[in-house]
């Protein structure tokens, strides 16, 4: 019986010495120590043996137990040990090291460029103001010299509400609801959201975003000369080169006369290219000399005041400062595209 219990601790010391990981020490618990192990085995046996026998292998089989668990528990602490030295070496974990820098959003290009038309004009002694996207047929139409069934209503393909009411086409609204509340002089810009009743392509989208501008002062007092001076200072302080400008004749029934304005291509100098289609211009805004109907239609009387009033897409002047050719870009919210600005 005494052999026996030795072999097993002269075994289980062997063993435990070569055991290399905490899986393998936890493993020899089971063998020596377990409810199915030798030694316990031998243990259960005791009470079949003779007194004298009883206590002289009891002590020793306890003994043995003991020294087989404090070894294994030795043994244990030793790996954990060897597993968490180095490790300085072994992870190389540097808190000096720069932590990873978070992403900073920044503005949309649109309202980057809406900004710096704004403070462009308001260098100029513009003030901006706001309209409001759902607008009335009144103030989207009818005082703005487009009565119900002129067909001048057709140039702005309309989303109408149940109500009655619209999605502001164009952001020419706001020079009523400005000059109902303030005489002239005056002089204005109104950014705003549009909405049109179109198919998008790479050039029209039926959402988008204009700036409306508006000055007006006693008759004799505005020329068109001045709008001419006005439009050239806005486009070199935007562009930031020199660009030439030409107006064309137009038509828009807040107008009198109507213009479209077209700038020299900012980017081949009017040389021709492809943000300018080999023209050399590129088509920017609608224009004109505020229309005589439209003051009436605030309460001014006729010809007391003349002025200016102009409208161009905000998307189209990023398309061309960018040189981006598809104005879906904007509005995808790929930041592929909006990390370029
Ligand atoms: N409101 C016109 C449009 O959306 C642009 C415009 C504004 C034309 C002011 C003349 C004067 O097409």
Redesign the pocket.
């Known amino acids: 019986m005494k052999n026996r219990i030795n072999k097993i601790k002269e075994l289980a010391l062997k063993e435990m010495s070569e055991a290399k990981s905490l899986a393998d020490l936890e493993k020899l618990r089971v063998k020596y120590l377990g409810r199915r192990s030798d030694l316990t085995n031998v243990l259960r046996g005791l009470k079949d043996l003779s007194k004298g026998e009883r206590k002289e292998i009891g002590e020793m089989a306890n003994k043995i137990k003991e020294e087989i668990e404090s070894g294994i528990r030795n043994q244990e602490s030793g790996i954990k040990k060897l597993k968490f030295s180095n490790i300085e070496s072994r992870e190389k974990i540097d808190t000096t090291y720069p932590g990873e820098k978070i992403k900073k959003g920044h503005l949309h290009p649109l309202t980057q460029v809406r900004y710096e038309i704004e403070e462009i004009f308001k260098s100029m002694g513009f003030l901006t103001v706001e309209g409001r996207e759902v607008e009335d047929e009144f103030h989207n139409f009818d005082a ?1 010299n487009i009565p119900k069934d002129h067909p001048a209503r057709d ?2 393909d309309t989303f109408w509400l149940k109500d009655g009411n619209l999605l502001q ?4 609204p706001m ?1 009523i609801r400005f000059m109902k509340e303030n005489k002239p002089p005056l002089r204005i810009i109104v950014p705003g959201r ?1 909405f049109r009743y179109e198919a998008s392509d790479a050039t029209h989208e039926s959402n988008f975003y ?1 700036v ?3 000055m007006v002062d006693e008759s004799g007092k505005i020329t068109v000369a001045n709008f001419k001076s006005a439009m050239a200072e806005f486009m070199k302080s935007l562009f930031k080169r020199e660009v030439k400008i030409r107006l064309r004749p ?1 038509y ?1 029934p ?2 009198e006369p ?2 479209e304005i077209d700038v020299s291509c900012p980017y081949c100098d009017g040389a021709g290219c492809r943000i300018c289609k080999k023209t050399g211009w590129i088509e920017i ?4 000399m ?1 229309n005589q109907k439209v003051f009436t239609s605030v309460g001014f009387k006729k010809d007391k005041y003349e002025g ?5 897409g905000l998307d189209r002047i990023a398309m061309i400062k960018y040189g981006v050719d598809d104005v879906r870009l904007f509005y995808s919210g790929d930041l592929r595209f909006l990390e370029q600005f």
């Not at 805004?285 to 004109?288: D, H, I, K, V, W």
């Not at 200016?308 to 161009?312: Q, S």
Request: net charge negative.
């Open positions: 703005l140039i702005w086409t164009h952001t020419s020079q549009v204009q409306e501008g508006l137009s828009f807040f107008v109507g213009f805004l609608g224009a004109g505020v200016f009033a102009f409208g161009f």
